[in-house]
């Protein structure tokens, strides 16, 4: 059993930063962070490997956000820069239960039975 726990939320400027935090406990595999705005469905944002040394983000996410992570405190981060009002949204660290590659997380999408943290909001206002 994987529990995540996020933090880092809130509300910013566009034109702002925030760093999103996902602390794991138990083992993980590839890790991702997913967002949903009101009204919308849930999309994918950006994943990273069970390594480190792989990441996929989502064209929107392109030289805007960050993913890495800590293993020795198996936490994952999503550095998010020059936001948008349009990013304001729940976001979800998200923890597949099998092992999957990043670009397979990015085209299909969670699958049922991942794991999920309770998400945390971030607001962006113009």
């Known amino acids: 059993q994987v529990q995540l726990v996020e933090s880092g939320g809130g509300s910013v400027q566009a034109g702002g930063s925030l760093r999103l935090s996902c602390a794991a406990s138990?083992?993980?595999?590839?890790m991702a962070w997913f967002r949903q705005a009101p009204g919308k469905e849930r999309e994918f944002v950006a994943a990273i490997s069970r390594a480190g040394d792989a990441t996929e983000y989502a064209e929107f996410a392109k030289d805007r956000f960050t993913i890495f992570r800590d293993d020795n405190r198996n936490v994952i981060f999503l550095q998010m820069s020059s936001l948008e009002v349009e990013d304001t949204a729940v976001y979800y660290c998200?923890?597949?239960?099998?092992?999957?590659?990043?670009?397979?997380?990015?085209?299909?999408?969670?699958?049922?039975?991942?794991?999920w943290g309770q998400g945390t909001q971030v607001t962006v206002s113009s």
């Open positions: 998200n923890a597949p239960r099998v092992i999957r590659a990043v670009h397979a997380v990015a085209l299909t999408g969670p699958f049922p039975g991942d794991y």
């Open positions: 138990g083992r993980t595999f590839t």
